[in-house]
Nanobody
Framework: VQLQASGGGLVQPGESLRLSCAAS????????MGWYRQAPGKARELVAQ???????KYGDSVKGRVTISGDLSRKTMQLQMNHLQPDDTAIYYC??????????????WGQGTQVTVSS
């Protein structure tokens, strides 16, 4: 399974950014897709997940500022991030799972896309 993320970049504090992820390379359903991020010197953390049934889960540090959406039947997912702050600077990784499971990351990881928030 290949996960292709796009939409990262450099923004100023308070601005918004939209990330997208598309999966390919499998005919088997991906029932959970999500985003994780890793900042320099920090552990990888959950940003948001969504299941094929529409259930979502957000990381505590982004709740209220990000919205995850997607069409998992087409293996696509988006992450709308608003009111970005310097602490949001990280590499954002697309993640996917064949199971509808919000308790942990799935087996598949994308290459990551850099998000930098700086004035």
């Amino acid at each position: 399974v290949q996960l292709q993320a796009s939409g990262g970049g450099l923004v100023q504090p308070g601005e918004s950014l939209r990330l997208s992820c598309a999966a390919s390379g499998t005919e088997i359903n991906l029932n959970t897709m999500g985003w994780y991020r890793q900042a320099p010197g920090k552990a990888r953390e959950l940003v948001a997940q969504i299941t094929v049934y529409g259930r979502t889960k957000y990381g505590d540090s982004v709740k209220g500022r990000v919205t995850i959406s997607g069409d998992l039947s087409r293996k696509t997912m988006q992450l709308q991030m608003n009111h970005l702050q310097p602490d949001d600077t990280a590499i954002y990784y697309c993640n996917a799972n064949h199971f509808a499971d919000l308790s942990a990351p799935g087996h598949y990881w994308g290459q990551g896309t850099q998000v930098t928030v700086s004035s």
